[in-house]
């Protein structure tokens, strides 16, 4: 089922790499440190970093210049998928709360569960409704790529704009692509 809540593996402390380190914009403005340092990648699996929980994180290099594949795939995801409603950049809008505050305190399984299952809060009276998107392939394919782009918006290390340089696309992305599309 494409909705389930991948699990996750720790990564163990003494396998963390500090030349994983992000290399941000010395003049960044907005970034949180706590978000920031939760999402700091331990270790690279083909161009797919993680977090010392397992979780899919961002990689951000060349002073703040240079994205991860799936921070740079996550952006374009969220661009077709979720800005009519949330705002371009996770800004959010009248209709849907900005996602780039959500993801300081949603986790990475609660992020998984809303996108798959929906949400409607019982007090919300303007009837909005977060839809549930567990059958769409275009969505669920990508949601650690969606997870990734808005975790680097919440932690303040990518801004608004659109990524212009960036790693290449993983042979593990191509692959895991092709397979849940196809499947
Ligand atoms: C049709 C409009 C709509 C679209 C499209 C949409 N959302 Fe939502 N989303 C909402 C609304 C409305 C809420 C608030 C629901 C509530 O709390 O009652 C929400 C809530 C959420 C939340 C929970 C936020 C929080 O602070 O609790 C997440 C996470 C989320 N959306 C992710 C996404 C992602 C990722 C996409 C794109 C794949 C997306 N949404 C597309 C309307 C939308």
Redesign the pocket.
Known sequence: MLGAVPTATAVLAQDAKPELANKLDPNAKDLDEKVLKAATAVKDEDGKYLDKDGHPTFHITNDGKKVDWYTYSGYR??HA??????GPDGMGST?????K???K??SYE??YG??AG?????S?TAN????A?GD?KN?MC??ND??VY?RARASGAWGRARPGEKEEKPEAAKTAEKECLGG
């Open positions: 995801r969220y998928e979720c800005h009519v409603c949330h209709y849907a709360p900005a996602l505050d959500s993801l305190i949603l609660e992020f809303i996108l929906g949400k409607q809060d019982v919300n909005q409704v977060m839809p998107f769409n969505v990508y949601a969606l997870y808005l």
